[in-house]
Nanobody
């Protein structure tokens, strides 16, 4: 019912930058929170950053000052600008959205398919 499509991952050298995008589509009435999570090989999925519909943000300590989350409510799209990337940022990055559907205003929570970010020289 709700699809999330991520883009923007890739290979970047340490110290470089990348910008991830995630667009939500489907029978969406509202999205109250969107976020980015990541999962490195052999590790659990962890929160990177979240943003509410009114712009409130939350970041993992490991990315504060380097990553910036933003969203375009009109496009149901969330972005993650990543700067000063480190090898330890290497992971599959997943987009998440939570909100309500048009049909009966039922709640939903959806995940994207993930996009690989590799930081290596």
């Amino acid at each position: 019912q709700v699809q999330l499509v991520e883009s923007g991952g890739g290979l970047v050298q340490p110290g470089g930058s990348l910008r991830l995008s995630c667009a939500a589509s489907g029978s969406i009435a509202s999205i109250y929170a969107m976020g980015w999570y990541r999962q490195a090989p052999g590790k659990q999925r962890e929160l990177v950053a979240t943003i509410t519909s009114v712009g409130g943000t939350n970041y993992a300590d490991a990315v504060k000052g380097r990553f910036t989350i933003s969203r375009d409510n009109a496009k149901n799209t969330v972005y993650l600008q990543m700067k000063s990337l480190k090898p330890e940022d290497t992971a599959v990055y997943y987009c998440n959205a939570a909100g309500t559907l048009v049909a009966g205003l039922k709640p939903f929570a959806s995940w994207g398919q993930g996009t690989q970010v590799t930081v290596s020289s």
